[in-house]
Structures are given as C-alpha cells and as structure tokens.
Nanobody, 113 residues
Framework: QVQLVESGGGVVQAGGSLRLSCAAS????????MGWFRQAPGKERELIAS????????YYAESVKGRFTISRDNTKNMVYLQMDNLKSEDTAIYYC??????WGQGTQVTVSS
C-alpha cells in the first residue's frame, strides 16, 4: 500500500514555472515506477512523465518534452515535476501515481495567458 500526497500547484502566468512535489509513504517506494498524470476539463487523464525506480528509464509525453522534468529522491520518498515554460494548455489537475495503481488526490495547475 502506498499513499501519495501532491503539492505545489497554483496559478502561474504563461511562460512561468512551477514545481510539483509528491510525498509517498510506504517502505517499498523506491521499487516503484512513479508517474505524473494530468486531466484537463473535458479530457481524459493522460500520462505526461514517468520515472523508473532507479531513474534509469524516463518517459515524457510529446506535449511536455523539453519543458517538464521528472525526478525522484528515494531517500526522502519524494517525486518531483519541474514545469517550465508553462502554456495555457497545461492547465489541469495533476496527479502523482505509483505503478499506476496508487494515486494522490491531485493538485490544480492553472496557467493564465
């Protein structure tokens, strides 16, 4: 069982940056692939970034590649999503997930143009 809590969302102007954090509980956190998903109004939830347990395998959706960076600190049970050059289309609720099995409650990101 893993519990996840996201933080760091907010309102930012287009071109700005935000850093999302995800705090995880559970002794086996370091063995899980962690991912960040987002869901915009009227759209399906989509995977935007994932990172393997050793950080050796990383995935980014084309829509965020070059602008977002996923990272993790297994010693602190934390996962991060650095979001730069934000666009209005990045507005969504952002979710942290472990192995796509356990989910956080989400954090709202709103990018104003």
């Amino acid at each position: 069982q893993v519990q996840l809590v996201e933080s760091g969302g907010g309102v930012v102007q287009a071109g700005g940056s935000l850093r999302l954090s995800c705090a995880a509980s559970g002794r086996t956190f370091s063995s899980y692939t962690m991912g960040w998903f987002r869901q915009a109004p009227g759209k399906e939830r989509e995977l935007i970034a994932s990172l393997s347990w050793s950080s050796s395998t990383v995935y980014y959706a084309e829509s965020v590649k070059g602008r977002f960076t996923i990272s993790r600190d297994n010693t602190k049970n934390m996962v991060y999503l650095q979001m730069d050059n934000l666009k209005s289309e990045d507005t969504a609720i952002y979710y942290c997930a472990a192995e796509s099995l356990w989910w956080g409650q989400g954090t709202q990101v709103t990018v104003s143009s």
